[in-house]
């Protein structure tokens, strides 16, 4: 079931989310329609916060439109281990829509978490996976990848999304 996605200034994106206590059918079926949500969105990662929930659960799949679906529901993800190198790219948001902006963040991270079934893994992510990771993961502790610009930037980027909402909201009064 697709799930209403939270954009800001909605306070819940800077909540800090709690642990996953038990996971169960609710929270499988949870992950699972995260992930129907994210790919409607053409999104490749979507935190439990962004669809009204405080909790510690993410999903993501960074595989290409031409590439076989590789999805990871994460449940408690937490970032063990990272590089030292950092590189810059672009970074968009699903609860900031069409906003992009340029964000430095490790090359590399492993990241530890329970699956779906509860089984304990580890990741070691590189690359666009690795920045997907970190950005997901912010997002369970009330960060927004504008947090990571200059208070200028950072100010850019939410004037363009409130312009882009605005003009939404008068196209659909329009119909």
């Given amino acids: 079931m697709k799930m209403k996605i939270f954009e800001i200034p909605e306070p819940i994106l800077r909540q800090k989310s709690l642990p996953v206590a ?9 992950l699972d329609d995260m992930l129907e949500t994210m790919y409607a969105a053409h999104g490749v990662g979507l935190a439990a916060p962004q669809v009204g929930l405080l909790q510690r659960m993410v999903v993501i799949d960074v595989a290409g439109k031409d590439e076989k679906p590789h999805p990871y529901k994460m449940i408690n993800p937490e970032i063990v281990s990272h590089s030292e190198e950092m590189e810059t790219c672009s970074e968009g948001c699903l609860s900031l829509p069409s906003s992009y902006a340029p964000v430095s963040r490790y090359t590399a991270v492993t990241v530890r978490y329970s699956d779906e079934g509860g089984k304990q893994k580890t990741l070691e992510a590189v690359g666009f996976l690795a920045v997907a990771v970190q950005h997901e993961l912010d997002h369970l502790d009330g960060i927004l990848f504008i947090d990571h610009l200059s208070p200028m930037r950072r100010k850019m980027v939410v004037k363009r999304v409130e312009k882009i909402r605005k003009r939404k909201q008068e196209e659909e009064g329009q119909k």
């Fill in 22 to 30: 038990k996971i169960d059918e609710k929270v499988q079926q949870t």
